[in-house]
């Protein structure tokens, strides 16, 4: 049984920062594709940022290129989301995900190519 457990949300003002947690149990953590959605009261969930098994390949949603950063920790069974200058339009529940794959690519930047997701936690930035 996979679990993946997201920590690290909270109330923060525009223009600060916070790093998000995705601890990942049930199963070698190196042989999962990660990634971070994000979902805003009454919109779609969306992506916001993939990294590779071996993280050597990223990708953001353009809405966060250059404010947030995806890392991940194998050794921890983690992977991060550092997000800084936010903006009250980045306030959404935040759900990390893992995939095992197979990918036809190094990285997995949409929904249905996940197959496992946190609870989520929510990141709320005031104006």
């Known amino acids: 049984q996979v679990q993946l457990v997201e920590s690290g949300g909270g109330l923060v003002q525009a223009g600060g920062s916070l790093r998000l947690s995705c601890e990942v149990s049930?199963?070698?953590?190196?042989?999962?594709?990660m990634g971070w959605f994000r979902q805003a009261p009454g919109k779609e969930r969306e992506f916001v940022a993939a990294?590779?098994?071996?993280?050597?390949?990223?990708a953001y949603a353009n809405s966060v290129k250059g404010r947030f950063t995806i890392s991940r920790d194998n050794a921890k069974n983690t992977v991060y989301l550092k997000m800084n200058s936010l903006k009250p339009e980045d306030t959404a529940d935040y759900y990390c995900?893992?995939?095992?794959?197979?990918?036809?690519?190094?990285?997995?930047?949409?929904?249905?190519?996940?197959?496992?997701w946190g609870q989520g936690t929510q990141v709320t930035v005031s104006s």
């Open positions: 990294i590779s098994r071996s993280g050597g390949y990223i």
């Open positions: 049930g199963r070698t953590f190196s042989s999962y594709y």
């Open positions: 995900a893992a995939t095992s794959g197979p990918l036809n690519s190094p990285i997995a930047t949409r929904r249905d190519m996940y197959d496992y």
